[in-house]
């Protein structure tokens, strides 16, 4: 039967690790190419890997994996968004608004759609 109510504590600091992985790989994307579909699939690539890694083990519920997809999303996308808004100039900010609110969007579905691979499958008793 497994852990039927055995709760796990989430391990932050493993979920931490690999959202510096995805800014650092984000990053270096980034200052390479600055091309926002490249920079979004190298931030939704960490998130997909561990989708995989959350499938393969299958001890995430939906919320739990929907909780830690979007938070390494965050961290991975942290430091591109940083990049490109600071050196914006004003005739480039309703661009890069539209930018930002299409790849929210993308985050979200991306997100939701990794949590929906990772959960757990039914257990009938």
């Known amino acids: 039967m497994g852990n039927l109510f055995l709760i796990e504590k989430e391990r932050w600091g493993l979920w931490t690790f690999w959202g ?3 800014a ?3 990053t270096y994307v980034a200052m390479l190419t600055k ?18 890694w959350m499938l393969y083990t299958r001890r995430f519920g939906f919320l739990r994996a929907l909780k830690v997809s979007a938070y390494i999303l965050c961290f991975s996308a942290l430091p591109a968004l940083c990049l490109l808004i600071v050196p914006a100039s004003k005739n480039q900010r309703p661009e890069l608004i539209t930018q930002s609110v ?6 979200l579905i991306g997100c939701v759609i ?12």
């Open 114 to 125: 990794c949590a929906l691979i990772a959960k757990r499958p039914r257990q009938y008793y």
């Open 35 to 52: 091309a926002p579909l490249y920079i979004t699939l190298s931030a939704m690539a960490v998130v997909v890997f561990i989708a995989i």
């Open 20 to 22: 510096v992985v995805g």
């Open 24 to 26: 650092l790989l984000t």
């Open 102 to 107: 299409i790849f929210a969007l993308l985050a």
